[in-house]
């Protein structure tokens, strides 16, 4: 069914940009879309965007947009997330998740059943 | 996109049922046929209960149905269990392609 294996927590200092990486395990890496979720202390989830790599479809939720970047090695199975210009209230746990091969792919609806462990960011000065 | 709203908490008895609810807009919960649910444990990942509304995934235990009408769906866990204790998130697709969540219910074992 697959497996996401996230990098390590990061301290950042405000102003600055952190990179988040999600490696997949199994095949259908390029097919399903990757999204990434953050979780903020004591909060609920909020969508930052996604993307599909066989079609380099991407997708960003409108309060990130100018900030976050996301990308896609398909070769090596691996998305990452760039958020850029770093305030405290970017302290959360970021989640890569994306719809296991159950599915069929290629759809940016299906629901998130595979989830990374998780990053968890701290920027503090 | 604003956030779904959910209901803070619901406790309940092992072996009764409790339902909490996540309304949306017309843009999300109206529209979408693509509803889910997920239960987070402490310092967990979340996990996949229900999707597109009403269906469970397999492995997922039948003391869990959920409906929707109009801005409003509901989550229904029957014969409450410890193991039930967490947090509970809806998540909706929206008319954007995009997706938005719940702030969570927390759910309490007496």
């Known amino acids: 069914q697959g497996q996401l294996v996230q990098s390590g927590a990061e301290l950042k200092k405000p102003g600055s940009s952190v990179k988040v990486s999600c490696k997949a395990s199994g095949d259908s890496f390029k097919n399903f879309v990757t999204s990434w979720v953050r979780q903020a202390p004591g909060q609920g989830f909020e969508w930052m965007g996604g993307?599909?790599?066989?079609?380099?479809?991407?997708h960003y939720a409108q309060q990130f947009k100018g900030r976050v970047k996301i990308s896609a090695d398909s070769s090596a199975s691996i998305s990452y997330l760039d958020l850029s210009n770093l305030t405290p209230e970017d302290t959360a746990v970021y989640y890569c998740?994306?719809?296991?091969?159950?599915?069929?792919?290629?759809?940016?609806?299906?629901?998130?059943?595979?989830w990374g462990q998780g990053t968890m960011v701290t920027v503090s000065s | 996109q604003s956030a779904l709203t959910q209901s803070a908490s619901v406790s309940g008895s092992p072996g009764q049922s409790i339902t909490m609810s996540c309304t949306g807009t017309t843009n999300d919960v109206t529209y979408s046929n693509h509803v889910s649910w997920y239960h987070q444990h402490p310092g967990k990942a979340p996990k996949l209960i229900i999707y597109e509304v009403n269906n469970r995934p397999a492995g997922v235990s039948h003391r869990f149905s959920a409906s929707k009408s109009d801005n409003t769906a509901s989550l229904t866990i029957s014969g409450l269990q410890v193991e039930d204790e967490g947090d509970y998130y809806c998540a909706a697709y929206t008319t954007k392609s995009h997706w938005v969540f719940g702030g969570g219910t927390k759910v309490t074992v007496l």
């Open positions: 993307i599909i790599p066989l079609f380099g479809t991407l």
């Open positions: 998740a994306r719809p296991s091969d159950l599915w069929s792919g290629y759809s940016t609806s299906d629901p998130f059943d595979l």
